[in-house]
């Protein structure tokens, strides 16, 4: 009996029986273990890296971590919140200008400093989210972008702290004597630490009741609300949390460039947060980290070979969108069954 033309083949047949697993199903302890691992190698780092000769990277990383979290506050609202704002890096420069405020009064304390912008953001965040979150879709968009641009024109008048040119922090603050002076890199280990307990934070919210509400609000607010979800206070909350973890990227960046401007607030760098957050992938635990962790590093190696690095970093983006839509964490759990 002649076998039928268009019968699976034995091969094939097994291929859809038993389809590979995700890597991550495959490899539970790996992935369980590879942030210990990620975060090892960082705090060896700085000790590492005079004998590499590596050592003007370990101020390149540090500003890659101090990125990173605020890539994860604004991962927060769009990824699991679905708040699409496009004034983030107000935020940024809301936090970095109190540190400066702080100095320019007399105050030297590190830890004041950067609580002193967590806070201030947070409520800035509050005000702006009280008034953004009343709208939705590309009217929220627009609402945080104008409130972004705000602050931005309202940081180039204020002479005070240098308007358009902006401030130079002449003097280091001050981590507490038993920080200060024992090693060269400990600002680097703080930043470490901070952006390690963020992200362990916004995984841990993300997966709580709370996330999970959150998430419904993004797939179907109006069932949610139907359901007796205090939706708006839901979603502030969220926009606050982000705004006041931004704010606290912010000091710490001032506290690494030594310098704050206004262009650290322009809308164009809510933009490119909001590009390396979709590259690493939107709403995955990692995505935030990954995202920026490329593009900083891409950039960094692009710009010492050229002048154009902008248009290797555009045909990136443009396989990101053809081949990894999901974003760059996602093809972790991408199924390899046979097509």
């Known amino acids: 009996m002649n076998r039928p033309v268009f019968a699976p083949s034995r091969v094939a047949s097994a291929a859809a029986e038993h389809p590979r697993q995700?890597?991550?199903v495959?490899?539970?302890?790996?992935?369980?273990?590879?942030?210990?691992?990620?975060?090892?190698?960082?705090?060896?780092?700085?000790?590492l890296a005079p004998a590499l000769g590596l050592e003007y990277y370990v101020?390149?990383?540090?500003?890659?971590?101090?990125?990173?979290?605020?890539?994860?506050?604004?991962?927060?609202?769009l990824g699991y919140g679905?708040?699409?704002?496009l004034g983030h890096a107000g935020f940024i420069g809301v936090g970095a200008y109190t540190v400066v405020?702080?100095?320019?009064?007399?105050?030297?304390?590190?830890?004041?400093?950067?609580?002193?912008?967590?806070?201030?953001a947070g409520l800035s965040a509050a005000l702006i989210g009280a008034v953004s979150l009343r709208t939705r879709g590309v009217y929220f968009i627009m609402i945080t972008l104008a409130f972004a641009q705000m602050l931005y024109y309202l940081a180039v008048s204020l002479r005070t702290y240098g308007g358009d040119d902006g401030y130079g922090l002449y003097t280091s603050l001050e981590m507490g004597a038993w920080l200060d002076g024992v090693h060269p890199d400990v600002f680097y280990w703080v930043v470490l630490a901070i952006a390690a307990?963020?992200?362990?934070?916004?995984?841990?919210?993300?997966?709580?009741?709370?996330?999970?509400?959150?998430?419904?609000?993004?797939?179907?607010?109006?069932?949610?609300?139907?359901?007796?979800?205090p939706v708006y206070r839901l979603k502030l909350a969220g926009f606050v949390a982000a705004g006041a973890v931004a704010g606290l990227a912010g000091g710490l960046l001032a506290s690494h460039n030594a310098f704050v401007s206004p262009a650290i607030m322009h809308w164009t760098q809510s933009?490119?947060?909001?590009?390396?957050?979709?590259?690493?992938?939107?709403?995955?635990?990692?995505?935030?980290?990954?995202?920026?962790?490329?593009?900083l590093v891409l950039e960094e190696a692009l710009k010492m070979?050229?002048?154009?690095?902008?248009?290797?970093?555009?045909?990136?983006?443009?396989?990101?969108?053809?081949?990894?839509?999901?974003?760059?964490?996602?093809?972790?759990?991408?199924?390899?069954?046979n097509r």
């Open 22 to 24: 995700p890597f991550a």
């Open 26 to 47: 495959r490899f539970p302890g790996f992935v369980r273990r590879l942030p210990w691992l990620v975060l090892a190698i960082l705090a060896l780092f700085p000790l």
């Open 59 to 77: 101020g390149f990383v540090r500003r890659l971590l101090i990125v990173a979290i605020a890539a994860s506050s604004l991962n927060f609202i």
């Open 82 to 85: 679905g708040m699409a704002a």
């Open 101 to 120: 405020a702080l100095v320019e009064a007399g105050f030297s304390s590190a830890w004041l400093a950067w609580g002193g912008a967590l806070v201030v």
């Open 197 to 229: 307990l963020v992200f362990a934070g916004f995984s841990r919210v993300a997966h709580s009741r709370y996330g999970h509400a959150l998430r419904g609000i993004r797939d179907n607010e109006t069932r949610m609300v139907a359901l007796g979800y």
């Open 271 to 295: 933009a490119l947060l909001l590009v390396m957050v979709m590259l690493g992938g939107l709403g995955r635990r990692w995505g935030a980290p990954l995202g920026v962790a490329l593009w």
């Open 305 to 337: 070979h050229t002048d154009y690095w902008h248009w290797p970093l555009g045909v990136l983006l443009l396989l990101a969108v053809f081949h990894a839509p999901q974003g760059l964490a996602a093809l972790f759990e991408r199924r390899e069954a």
